[in-house]
């Protein structure tokens, strides 16, 4: 078992680049840069679906022997960082690194859940609406939806209102913050060793 891990987990890195250069060209496919009715293009792009498939079948069972395997974890470590654990100094230094990358990522954690509820708004109204007199607003607010469909829930406002500055979350999508957070752990932990290594 231990052997077919280390040539799936192989596999799945080497793959990260494959994955991403067709990634590009199954966008390409997408937006219409390549023929669709082409006898080759859709031929390409079947394959490149049967790719993406098998990467993701196999992530998710690595992701699961991470999960409950301890010799797999040290596996997995040693091909990320570079780094084996040879004497028990290199052990402490590991634990210290991963204590670091752990409260580093748990701090960009709570910094990304502060400003994916945070709401500010800057606006002015029509004279008729004025309140006292004044037409520019700025209004703060914490939005906390557990379902993705609770902006819809919401009624509209019947004020006509001209916005100036508008934030309601982070303006970047789930993929991409679970995307920068697993590249934030490794680096994280990376340059955590590094540094203690000196």
Same mark, same amino acid.
Request: hydrophobic share 50%; with cysteine; charged share 20%.
């Given at each position: 078992?231990?052997?077919?891990?280390?040539?799936? /987990?192989?596999?799945?890195?080497?793959?990260?680049?494959?994955?991403?250069?067709? #990634?590009?060209?199954?966008?390409?496919?997408?937006?219409? #840069?390549?023929?669709?009715?082409?006898?080759?293009?859709?031929?390409?792009?079947?394959?490149? !679906?049967?790719?993406?498939?098998?990467?993701?079948?196999?992530?998710?069972?690595?992701?699961?022997?991470?999960?409950?395997?301890?010799?797999?974890?040290?596996?997995?470590?040693? @091909?990320?960082?570079?780094?084996?654990?040879?004497?028990?100094?290199?052990?402490?230094?590991?634990? @210290? #690194? #991963?204590?670091?990358?752990?409260?580093?990522? *748990?701090?960009? *954690?709570?910094? *990304?859940?502060?400003?994916?509820?945070?709401? %500010?708004?800057?606006? @002015?109204?029509?004279?008729?609406?004025?309140?006292? +007199?004044?037409? +520019?607003?700025?209004?703060? +607010? &914490?939005?906390?939806? &557990? *379902?993705?469909?609770?902006?819809?829930?919401?009624?509209?406002?019947?004020?006509?209102?001209?916005?100036?500055?508008?934030?309601?979350?982070?303006?970047?999508? !789930?993929?991409?913050?679970?995307?920068?957070?697993? %590249?934030?752990?490794?680096?994280?932990?990376?340059?955590?060793?590094?540094? /203690?290594?000196?």
């Amino acid at each position: 078992m231990k052997r077919v891990d280390s040539i799936l /987990l192989k596999v799945f890195l080497c793959g990260i680049p494959v994955i991403a250069v067709l #990634a590009g060209l199954s966008y390409l496919y997408g937006a219409g #840069a390549v023929s669709h009715h082409a006898g080759f293009g859709r031929l390409m792009n079947n394959f490149m !679906g049967l790719v993406f498939a098998l990467w993701m079948v196999l992530s998710m069972y690595l992701c699961v022997r991470l999960v409950v395997s301890g010799p797999f974890r040290d596996q997995v470590i040693a @091909k990320i960082t570079f780094i084996r654990e040879r004497d028990e100094r290199e052990a402490i230094l590991t634990g @210290k #690194a #991963a204590k670091t990358a752990m409260l580093t990522s *748990l701090a960009l *954690l709570i910094l *990304l859940f502060c400003l994916s509820c945070f709401h %500010v708004s800057i606006y @002015k109204v029509p004279p008729e609406n004025a309140v006292n +007199g004044k037409t +520019g607003f700025i209004t703060l +607010g &914490l939005g906390f939806d &557990l *379902l993705k469909n609770g902006e819809q829930d919401r009624p509209k406002e019947r004020i006509q209102k001209q916005d100036i500055f508008s934030y309601r979350g982070l303006p970047v999508s !789930g993929t991409t913050v679970i995307l920068v957070l697993i %590249v934030w752990q490794i680096v994280a932990y990376n340059y955590s060793m590094r540094r /203690l290594m000196r």
